[in-house]
């Protein structure tokens, strides 16, 4: 290609805030497990978070600790642990990351905070199934070894329409989590304590909205890579005044690049669109990359999902269902192609990315032809490229940066 | 300005293709026509390897040494030929040496070393779209390499045999490794050398007709084309209908970045 290759990430200044916050978090849990209160629920990312809140527990989030792994690239190491241990290398590699982590006894966590030597011991795990089996499975690895309960909804999937009887199907089954999570909580469930959290929640979401679609004006002042690193506050935090504080913090940040009209990319030509998930052991390196190709990855199916759906909090638990049913992952292929083509218009994005994640099938959307229809309703060039989440043997660097570079020339061609 | 000219003096402009078993190299005047060539197997010094096919088609293009008036370098290897102008992938070279060749809409199948890529070209030459195969070498290049190793016969025997096949036998793995299986399970069961080496080239037209839909005229370029007619042959019973293999089909994507080149200094000159 003929474009510079000055590559200048500009982080921004919130980080700091955001690292001491996600500090705080890992600490506080970590104390919790030391003094065995409060208890700790697991939860997985889009399960019933504010309802263990309430409930008083700490709270932690599997998923994050895997993206960790990811992300640190101690996941080489982990994964193939797990693998000898009979869980495949073809099924979720969050979960052979993570199990492969606690066998070898070791948490990315520890080399950030050294007082923390393992992750904090769960009471209780709770999941959601709507994003995959891999996280139910993935529970019940840790229920059987910690001789704790696993409890879990399990979220149709493939929904074209939400009903009242689906909804209502969901939230019944949320409302039967309390009286076992009661038990273990040694307390009560109180509903206004649960719409309270639910209301910050939704206030943190709809904050972590704002900071998102900052990215609607040209050029675009924060990038997916950026993005999905500043989500961790609101993965991990969900339902506290902090994130909400955090997330007005970042949003005023944004907004002055915004007024200075100052890019995430400088000289950003071409905005593209990310479905899939994100190669997290590549996060930096693709950052990078794209830089250099003056190209800015300014919206995300990713990202986007912290987004949660919300209605009025008379039901909680209907709204929890709302937000679960909600989730572009639960959806039919019509419905995720008419919100990946709102998507196009609203961030004005010339090309989209379709990640097919080796080990991760149901946010791998291009496999039912998606990208073609997509392709053809809208006449903005897909490209899809192979890789994972997590295992970078199923990741080859040249074929990727080839076929990116092509669909950029492709895009320079007009 | 180069110091040495071919005769007439006129302007050459390199395209360097730097694959993932072969370096090619085009050589073109500035009129665009051709004026030289070369191949060189990759080996393990991939500088050295540029270096010597450069050299081989400067002296077949009867310059006294490689010195180009502008040179793009592609194939997975391009960003190591750091002397060249400009670098581009090989999906653009091999549409812009394709269309080059055909001057009509098409589809472009490339079989290289390492990699198969699909390009649908329209009629001003535009990629509409590729797709490359995923991270398996089966239906490429090395495919056959290591299916030859495995049978222990030479390579360039492979198109003589295929033909002198009296028997269907399908390999149908994915997988260059099964598909090895699968071909010493064949052995075992007595087939015969020319009808396996008929099912690999039948597994490498399989694997590539799953990776698109091949509409239109039908162009195959690169090594594995250039070297198994016999392979084409396939290729149009499969399809129904003839395909279009260029002269150099080996040099296709060298040939595009040599018309970037050229382009390239043209734009400056205009």
């Known amino acids: 290609m003929d474009v510079g290759r000055i590559v200048t990430f500009k982080p921004f200044a919130s980080s700091a805030r955001m690292r001491e916050l996600m500090a705080g978090y890992f600490r506080d849990l970590n104390r919790a497990a030391l003094e065995g209160r409060p208890k700790i629920a697991w939860c997985s990312s889009v399960g019933p978070a504010e309802l263990l809140l309430s409930l008083g527990y700490a709270v932690f989030y599997p998923e994050n600790h895997a993206a960790m792994l990811g992300a640190t690239r101690e996941a080489r190491k982990t994964i193939p642990v797990a693998n000898a241990a009979g869980y495949s290398p073809d099924i979720c590699s969050y979960l052979t990351s993570d199990i492969g982590a606690y066998l070898r006894r070791e948490t990315p966590l520890s080399k950030v905070y050294p007082e923390i030597v393992t992750v904090p011991r769960p009471d209780v795990l709770v999941y959601n199934n709507v994003q995959c089996r891999d996280v139910q499975e993935w529970f019940s690895w840790y229920g059987r070894e910690f001789a704790v309960p696993v409890l879990g909804v399990a979220t149709p999937r493939n929904i074209a329409a939400i009903t009242p009887e689906l909804l209502a199907g969901i939230a019944g089954q949320i409302r039967a989590l309390v009286p076992p999570l009661e038990k273990i909580a040694g307390r009560r469930f109180d509903i206004d304590r649960l719409r309270a959290v639910m209301s910050l929640s939704r206030d943190g979401s709809e904050m972590w909205k704002r900071v998102l679609e900052a990215n609607r004006v040209r050029p675009a002042p924060l990038s997916f890579f950026d993005a999905a690193v500043h989500m961790g506050p609101a993965v991990v935090l969900r339902g506290t005044e902090e994130v909400l504080a955090y997330y007005r913090v970042l949003l005023r940040e944004v907004e002055g690049r915004v007024a200075r009209g100052e890019g995430a990319v400088e000289g950003e030509r071409f905005r593209l669109y990310w479905e899939g998930m994100p190669i997290w052991g590549k996060l930096r390196d693709l950052a990078e990359f794209f830089i250099g190709l003056r190209t800015n990855i300014v919206a995300s199916t990713y990202c986007n999902s912290w987004i949660f759906e919300s209605g009025d909090l008379a039901d909680p638990f209907l709204d929890l269902a709302r937000s679960s049913a909600g989730l572009f992952i639960a959806w039919d292929e019509d419905a995720k192609e008419r919100y990946l083509r709102d998507m196009a218009e609203t961030y004005g994005v010339h090309g989209f990315i379709f990640h097919d994640a080796k080990t991760c099938p149901h946010n791998s959307n291009n496999r039912y032809g998606l990208p073609g229809r997509l392709e053809k309703a809208t006449g903005i060039p897909t490209l899809t490229i192979h890789g994972d989440v997590n295992d970078l043997r199923c990741y080859s660097e040249d074929q990727t940066r080839t076929a990116i570079e092509a669909f950029i020339e492709r895009l320079e061609e007009g | ?270």
């Open chain 2, 1 to 270: 300005m180069p110091e040495h000219r071919p005769p007439g003096g006129s302007r050459i402009f390199a395209g360097l293709d730097i694959g993932s078993s072969a370096v090619k190299v085009v050589l073109l005047d500035g009129d665009g026509s051709f004026a030289g060539h070369a191949v060189r197997v990759l080996g393990s010094d991939l500088r050295h390897a540029a270096a010597a096919a450069l050299d081989d088609a400067a002296g077949e293009a009867g310059l006294k040494r490689p010195s180009f008036d502008g040179l793009v370098a592609t194939g997975f290897g391009r960003s190591a030929w750091t002397e060249a102008s400009a670098a581009k992938t090989e999906i653009s070279c091999h549409a812009k040496g394709s269309y080059h060749d055909v001057r009509r809409p098409h589809t472009l199948i490339d079989i290289g070393g390492q990699d198969c890529k699909i390009i649908r070209i329209d009629g001003q030459g535009r990629r509409m779209g590729f797709r490359m195969n995923r991270k398996c070498a089966a239906g490429t290049g090395a495919f056959l390499e290591e299916a030859a190793l495995r049978l222990r016969v030479g390579l360039e025997t492979f198109d003589d045999l295929a033909r002198s096949s009296t028997r269907d036998v399908e390999i149908g793995s994915y997988c260059t490794v099964f598909a090895a299986a699968e071909i010493l399970h064949l052995i075992r069961r007595g087939v015969e050398m020319p009808d396996i080496v008929k099912g690999l080239f039948g597994s490498i037209v399989q694997r590539t007709m799953e990776m698109d839909l091949l509409e239109g005229d039908v162009v195959l370029t690169g090594g594995v084309a250039a070297h198994h007619p016999f392979l084409i042959r396939m290729f149009e019973t499969r399809l129904g209908r003839p395909v279009i293999v260029p002269p150099r089909a080996q040099f296709t994507g060298a040939l595009g970045a040599a018309i970037f080149a050229l382009e390239a200094w043209s734009g400056r000159h205009a």
